[in-house]
């Protein structure tokens, strides 16, 4: 299912601010030699990632989920001066590569990469957040954000991609396991009132989550 017509993307895209050399790099590499290369967060919602980074001029950043780097060096943009963002990657090769691409940037200093499970990971990180992204597997959504929360400052904000996992979770019969766990998700951030939320229709769908 197309969730955005291709000529409003090309549209969009044209008319946006181009993506650095480095980011094209990870792009034109992720197109070209992965298997799951639409998993990758892209022009436009990179600069969109860019852009809210710069708004919330965070101090610290977790992601979860790095696949090939191109997210977290999209929000590592607007860390403050003394600022660090953690991403985390289940999948060794993954990570290896995108240590590859960290390397490369000048938020090589600014960027810590932790390889292993996050629900093993993040615990063990003694932070405050100030923006959390969650776009990992998507079975773990709920207990990810059950585990950033309390560790998020007041005003700060969650995003979670995927949250239209192609479309399925508007589909009558919801099949998928992943499918299933996103719409269990956009359930469960629906009725809460701890938080104030909205969904961007980007890509796959984004929630902006605000902790109250």
Do not use: C
């Not at 490369?104 to 959390?132: R, Y």
């Amino acid at each position: 299912m197309d969730l955005i017509l291709p000529q409003v993307q090309a549209y969009a895209e044209g008319y946006s601010t181009p993506e650095d050399a480095l980011l094209k790099e990870i792009a034109d590499y992720t197109v070209k030699n992965h298997p799951e290369a639409h998993m990758l967060s892209g022009h436009l919602q990179g600069k969109l990632l860019e852009s809210l980074s710069f708004m919330i001029r965070p101090r610290r950043i977790l992601e979860i989920g790095t696949f090939t780097g191109y997210s977290a060096l999209s929000l590592a943009k607007g860390l403050t001066g003394d600022g660090i963002l953690h991403t985390i990657e289940l999948r060794e090769e993954d990570a290896k590569k995108a240590k590859y691409f960290f390397d490369q940037s000048e938020f090589k200093n600014k960027i810590i990469l932790h390889t292993g499970p996050a629900l093993e990971i993040i615990p063990a990180l003694d932070e405050s957040w100030d923006l959390v992204f969650i776009d990992a597997d998507k079975t773990g959504y709920i207990d990810y954000f059950n585990l950033v929360l309390p560790k998020l400052r007041k005003n700060g904000f969650i995003l979670a991609d995927n949250i239209f996992f192609h479309g399925q979770v508007l589909e009558e019969n919801i099949t998928g396991k992943s499918a299933q766990a996103i719409y269990a998700f956009n359930e469960m951030i629906k009725k809460r009132n701890d938080i104030d939320k909205m969904v961007l229709t980007i890509r796959d769908g984004l929630f902006l989550i605000r902790k109250l």
